[in-house]
């Protein structure tokens, strides 16, 4: 699976940005599609998550209620909508793909968002 992430950039808090994920390759019936992030000097962190399948979603607690994934099966793309943005959400964020949500072996190659203050 090849993923393509887009659509990061710098928006001020309170803003909203939705990034893309576009998956090439192989269908996506079996995978878990995942966000994650990497903030400056801070280990990698889960953001969300969908199963393609039923399309059933989880969060990360800093997340919840702010942020929405959802996916176009037609374009074999997932989003991450990401409202009332704080600079905490500061970090690049990656996409990934999980094979029966066994481990994520399919990373995209990131894309930055920063929040102002």
């Known amino acids: 699976v090849q993923l393509q992430a887009s659509g990061g950039g710098l928006v001020q808090a309170g803003g909203s940005l939705r990034l893309s994920c576009a998956a090439s390759?192989?269908?996506?019936?079996?995978?878990?599609m995942g966000w994650f992030r990497r903030a400056p000097g801070k280990e990698r962190e889960f953001v969300a998550r969908?199963?393609?399948?039923?399309?059933?979603?989880y969060y990360s607690d800093s997340v919840k209620g702010r942020f929405t994934i959802s996916r176009d099966n037609a374009k074999n793309t997932v989003y991450l909508q990401m409202n009332d943005l704080k600079p905490e959400d500061t970090a690049v964020y990656y996409c990934?793909?999980?094979?029966?949500?066994?481990?994520?072996?399919?990373w995209g190659q990131g894309t930055q968002v920063t929040v102002s203050s």
């Open positions: 990934a793909a999980a094979m029966d949500g066994l481990e994520y072996n399919y």
């Open positions: 390759g192989r269908t996506l019936s079996r995978y878990v």
């Open positions: 969908m199963w393609w399948s039923d399309g059933s979603t």
